[in-house]
């Protein structure tokens, strides 16, 4: 059972996929039922297997390697690790809550939406599955098409444009990845005389410098456009506005996490040289995000391109704490990537619930909204408290231990990232003041409900999560730190006495004293064991 | 008790909880919980404190380690010395008295056990903030105090101003607080550890290069630059005061304000290491000071002149901070701690007391403006009476609590003539600018006769606190008189005990000081016989500068606020016309090549394929002469290319060439002419039958 576990999780949303086709059409609510149910189950089954987990062990768990197209080493391999496992459950989370915040708004072509939102699902948890290339490149591609359809059928009026937009950004990336894949088998077959797509054995490969240099950039540029790092990041303001809620929720909750987990998971490992020497540039270019997501955020008129814009600002964050190579940056990173799916896809949530009744989300419109929805307005209160990285909120504590990396990595970097930090508290401030204090001036405004069970269900398992990694982070770092260890350790880039729990600066991945022998590279820039 | 002190910052915290999620709706039951947690906190506080003294000062560290963060470790825990033990009851003490208060005061507010929630959570912000034994908690806390704060100056969040002002408020803060934040990245990169013992130690043992722990201490004290309101972010406490003015007293007078005081005197033991960092700290307090006194030397709204007072009173307490550690670190005794945190404590009863007595005085004449009041003596007597034993205490006069701090500050300025100077200059013009407030607003003839009839005293809920709190503005300063044997001075302290001699000379000037403040504001307000609206005219100039605040809003907006939102919005352009304008633009060129492709495709490549088509048509057409079925014609047809044999024949004899050109033309030319013929009568016919059918 326990190596299967992965296929199940990955594969059971296909059960609903298939009764919603057998579903009539004039039957929409059974189809919803049917959804969420499915949707619900695997969330639990994504919860068994967290609690399976084993947080000591080193390594992939659940692994399960079945060869499939064995003549050139395709093999249908999964495993997961701390990084992979919470964001399973993080996606499993997600889709629950889209598809309850999907159940008034859609009303034309229901079958057709769930299905691509219980496929969109299958695309996203195979990804973190994925162990071998060929599946990875797969499931990555299965995510994009009904991404497309949701934003293209289901979205506001620019919706085609935006869809094509989102798709011809993601394909431009995703075609130099295939490239780069085939090098990458190909090169393996000149060294160890054999095809494989394994990422693991992929990793235990030399590449000579040169090549690493374009490979890495090849991969680079598709998780680039994915997170999206400046100045890839313009196809993601139009696709969250023209999006539908849930749309929004899941782009920004899972989707951009693709981006840091393919660095994560396939450019560190495999070109650790390349990653040394892209470092100062990747790490100015998510600085840039920063600050200047920020900037551009401040002065949106629509709230959902204003968070929008907050999304490449906090990217930028995880990018920077995952190339300050460093145990604090790196498991900070991983931990904001969970922090942002949480508090990004409760603010696109809320935002959708001012949407449903207002249709309209452009800040001048609202004002005073505390007066007619008190509870929303409190909802949306903590959710920006989080965003903005407020003590006993989870962003601070993701933002803390990102800080402190890049802070010991350099310190440049982290004075600047730092003052991002205010940036933040002003547009979040700015608009919250803007939509929901002062006096009703809208008459419209005056008219609008509060939350009902349902809206209020979708933000408190959310809420919950905020003040849990706030206060109680331990159980998600506990799982994440085997995995960034043994990723830095792999990579020969930490040279950290593992037993010792305090700072020691002068031996772990500093980088200004990074020089090529601290990750073993001798004169041919080849990584020798 | 000193062991359960933890239980003083958890009581707030179960009234905040139990108001939130069982009492909210009865509001007499929420606001009775909040007060009776916090006045057993305050029974616990004093006890605490007793406890202190009588231990000689032990300090009671605890802590647990609560999360292994890769590098550091968080730890919950509680550090107890004499200093802690004062701000307890300080802030416990102000705490119930606003408490209780503010049953009167916020008696019809329709949110009134939210407002109870929040001062709740204030208080466990505060007391968390003041028990705290490391450099993350205190973070921790130092940012939920300034969320409260945020909560609570927006409390009326209908009004613009306090809508407006609690985004202000919580943003000048946190732009000192960036400056906290990489202070303490700075003590985790260089200590790997946050615990203030461990810290200190290091410090000390001089494992920290000097310039980082200069760095440290500058960034540690931006933190309490802005929650203190000292230069340049004081600008959002007097906006502050949008707030109910209970939250004002509470938070922008007695407590949250004074954290910043407390961080310092909390880091003193690395700043004494540090000359250049004390420096610093010394000048940004004695420039606050003069320029927030000057500036409540003008103002008209009484919460607002008490706002710049409680800027200009925070600047002498950090100056006297700053000094102890410049001196300290110069090898000299100085009594700049010890005069820092005392008047740190009496400050907050006596600015209490004036916050919850101007609220008093608002309560009766709904208006803030002290031009609209006068002649209130006689209505309100216990407002009036205690306002003015504060307004004695804050000016300096014996044997007042505020007297005792005051001198300790002005002695500690002995050795420093310009420190010295602009010392004694605020103390006169505080006590000027006091009794401005009182003579406008309690003697004189009423200005506004119809305010003046509704003009009542408060109720007794909300006069006991004032009393209680006069009685500490009067006594709780006399722990410093300098010939008791035990004093403040041998209680809190830092480094060693060090007992300042009694200065005569001193505290004769600093209250002729002081008294000719007040004397040149009786002869002013009182008598008229100097007239304030001439010397208004004289200083035009200078008078419209402090009136203004020195146009500190004016400059922020236009050299901060104005270019990062034009930068921002230039961003927005640039992002929306260059960065997504080259995407389009790349679309654009895809699409227009795609155009010129399916050109392409059309005519040349498609032409080339119906061309060969149209040719083979062509030339069956012609060819069909020659399949007619007829004799005649098919031997015309011999007979014919005989002929063209012939003709070639002889033209290739006779005029030598190798090919037939001239014959290959004509037949060509013949060709073409029928095939002519064939298409002009073909569009006869065509027209012909379009003309049928229409």
């Known amino acids: ?529 | 008790m000193t062991e359960h002190a933890y239980l003083i910052g958890l009581l707030p915290l179960l009234s905040f909880v139990m108001i939130v999620f069982a009492l909210r709706w009865k509001e007499k039951i929420a606001s009775g919980f909040s007060i009776a947690c916090i006045l057993t906190g305050w029974v616990m506080s004093v006890t605490v404190l007793i406890e202190q003294l009588s231990s000689h000062s032990t300090p009671y560290e605890w802590f647990y380690k609560f999360i292994n963060f890769p590098g550091f470790n968080l730890e919950i825990g509680i550090f107890i010395d004499p200093l802690t033990a004062v701000m307890l009851v300080v802030v416990t003490t102000v705490g119930s008295c606003v408490q209780i208060y503010s049953l009167g005061y916020m008696k019809d507010d329709p949110r009134f056990s939210r407002f109870y929630a929040y001062l709740s959570l204030f208080l466990f912000s505060m007391l968390g903030l003041i028990l705290a034994n490391n450099y993350f908690m205190i973070f921790i806390f130092w940012e939920l105090v300034g969320l409260t704060s945020y909560l609570l100056i927006g409390f009326w969040f209908e009004k613009r101003s306090a809508a407006l002002a609690c985004k202000k408020a919580f943003i000048t803060t946190r732009i000192g607080d960036l400056g906290f934040l990489i202070g303490l990245f700075l003590i985790g990169t260089y200590c790997h550890t946050f615990n203030y013992g461990d810290v200190f130690s290091q410090a000390a043992s001089g494992i920290i290069p000097l310039g980082v722990l200069t760095a440290i201490g500058i960034f540690i004290f931006a933190g309490a630059v802005g929650k203190s309101a000292q230069f340049p972010l004081h600008v959002w406490l007097p906006d502050a005061m949008e707030g109910p003015t209970t939250v004002s007293a509470l938070i922008h007078a007695a407590t949250m304000v004074a954290a910043g005081v407390y961080l310092v005197a909390r880091s003193m033991s690395l700043f004494v290491w540090s000359p250049e960092a004390s420096m610093v700290v010394a000048i940004i307090g004695i420039v606050t000071s003069v320029m927030a006194a000057t500036i409540a030397l003008v103002q008209i709204d009484i919460k607002r002149i008490l706002a710049y007072s409680t800027v200009s009173q925070l600047g002498y307490m950090i100056m006297a901070l700053g000094l102890y550690g410049y001196d300290t670190s110069q090898g000299h005794h100085s009594a700049g701690y010890v005069a820092g945190t005392l008047h740190l404590m009496t400050h907050a009863f006596f600015k209490g007391l004036l916050f919850l007595g101007a609220g008093s005085v608002i309560h009766g004449v709904h208006t803030n403006d002290i031009r609209d009041m006068g002649g209130l003596y006689g209505k309100m007597k216990v407002t009036a009476v205690t306002f003015m034993i504060a307004s004695l205490s804050i000016a300096g006069i014996f044997p007042l609590s505020g007297f005792w701090s005051k001198d300790e500050i002005v002695a500690t300025t002995l050795h420093h003539p310009i420190f010295l100077f602009l010392t004694l200059l605020v103390a006169f013009m505080t006590a000027f600018y006091m009794w401005r407030l009182c003579f406008m607003t309690f003697f004189g003839e009423p200005r506004d006769q119809h305010r003046y009839d509704h003009a009542h005293e408060s109720p007794k809920v909300m006069t006991y606190p004032l009393l209680f709190l006069a009685i500490l503005s009067v006594f709780a300063g006399w722990v410093a008189i300098p010939w008791l044997p035990h004093g403040f001075s041998s209680f809190v302290y830092h480094g060693e005990i060090h007992h300042a001699s009694p200065s005569w000379a001193l505290m004769i000037i600093s209250l002729t000081v002081a008294l000719s403040g007040i004397g040149l504001a009786y002869l002013m307000y009182y008598k008229k016989s100097i007239s304030y609206e001439a010397i208004g005219q004289r200083f035009r100039p200078l008078y419209n500068l402090f009136y203004n605040k020195y146009y500190f809003d004016e400059l922020y907006q236009s050299i901060l606020i104005n270019p990062i939102m034009a930068i921002a919005r230039f961003m927005w352009t640039f992002d929306a016309k260059i960065i997504d304008g080259f995407v389009n633009l790349v679309g654009w060129f895809t699409i227009v090549w795609a155009d010129i492709k399916m050109l392409f495709d059309a005519y040349i490549i498609d032409g080339a394929v119906n061309g060969a088509g149209w040719i083979v048509r062509q030339a069956g057409h012609l060819l069909r002469f020659t399949q007619s079925g007829k004799a005649q014609t098919y031997a015309l047809s011999i007979g014919a290319i005989a002929v063209l044999f012939a003709i070639s024949k002889y033209e290739i004899i006779y005029l030598t060439v190798g090919w037939p050109t001239l014959t290959a033309l004509f037949v060509t030319a013949l060709l073409l002419l029928k095939l002519a013929t064939r298409y002009f009568s073909a569009d006869k016919q065509m027209s012909g039958s379009k003309t049928q059918e229409d």
């Open chain 1, 1 to 529: 059972m326990e190596s299967q576990i992965l296929t199940l999780v990955t594969f059971f949303p296909l059960v609903g996929i298939v009764l919603i086709m057998l579903a009539p059409k004039d039957r929409p609510d059974t189809v919803k039922g049917v959804a969420l149910l499915v949707s619900f189950v695997t969330m639990l089954l994504s919860f068994w297997l967290y609690s399976m987990f084993d947080k000591v062990a080193n390594g992939m768990q659940f692994e399960l390697n079945v060869p499939w197209i064995t003549s050139f080493g395709i093999n249908y391999h999964v495993g997961i690790d701390g990084i992979s496992l919470l964001m399973i459950v993080l996606t499993a989370i997600l889709t629950v809550l889209s598809i309850l915040a999907s159940w008034n708004s859609i009303t034309e072509r229901v079958k057709g939406y769930f299905i691509s939102m219980l496929l969109l699902q299958i695309g996203m948890i195979g990804v973190f599955c994925a162990l071998d290339l060929f599946m990875f490149y797969i499931f990555w591609e299965v995510m994009l098409i009904p991404m497309y359809f949701i934003i293209g059928i289901w979205g506001g009026a620019r919706r085609v444009y935006a869809a094509i937009k989102f798709v011809l950004f993601t394909m431009f990336g995703s075609l130099l990845m295939l490239v780069a894949i085939l090098y990458v088998v190909s090169a393996y077959h000149g060294f160890a005389n054999e095809y494989s797509f394994d990422i693991l054995k992929l990793a235990t490969m030399p590449i000579a410098y040169k090549p690493q240099l374009l490979l890495f950039g090849a991969f680079a540029l598709a998780f680039a456009i994915k997170v999206p790092l400046f100045p890839f990041h313009t196809w993601l303001p139009d696709a969250h506005v023209e999006a539908p809620t849930a749309g929004s929720v899941i782009l920004a909750g899972v989707l951009l996490k693709m981006g840091t987990y393919g660095f994560l998971r396939i450019c560190i490992p495999m070109f650790p040289q390349a990653t040394i020497t892209y470092l100062p540039y990747i790490c100015v270019l998510a600085l840039i995000a920063i600050i200047y997501g920020a900037l551009v955020a401040m002065v949106q008129r629509d709230v959902k391109s204003l968070v929008a814009f907050s999304s490449v600002s906090h990217m930028g964050f995880v990018m920077l704490g995952i190339f300050a190579l460093n145990l604090q940056g790196v498991e900070g990173a991983v931990l904001q990537m969970i922090n942002h799916g949480v508090s990004t896809g409760a603010l696109f949530l809320l935002v959708g619930m001012i949407y449903e009744r207002r249709h309209t989300r452009l800040i001048s419109e609202l004002g005073g909204i505390v007066k007619v929805m008190p509870v929303f307005a409190t909802l949306f209160m903590i959710v920006t408290l989080s965003s903005i990285g407020l003590p006993l909120t989870n962003g601070f504590v993701g933002e803390f231990l990102i800080l402190i990396g890049t802070f010991k990595a350099n310190m440049t970097y982290g004075v600047i990232a730092t003052s991002g930090v205010i940036l933040s508290a002003c547009y979040m401030l700015w608009m919250y003041q803007r939509v929901i204090f002062g006096k009703i001036t809208n008459p419209e405004n005056e008219k609008l409900i509060d939350l009902d069970w349902r809206e209020k269900g979708i933000l408190i398992p959310l809420v919950v999560l905020i003040f849990w990694i706030g206060i109680y982070p331990k159980p998600f770092l506990d799982r994440i730190e085997p995995a960034v260890r043994s990723l830095l350790t792999q990579t020969n880039m930490v040279r950290e006495d593992i037993g010792e729990p305090a700072f020691t600066v002068e031996t772990d991945g500093s980088l200004s004293g990074m020089t090529a022998e601290d990750v073993n590279l001798n004169s041919k820039g080849e990584v020798h064991e």
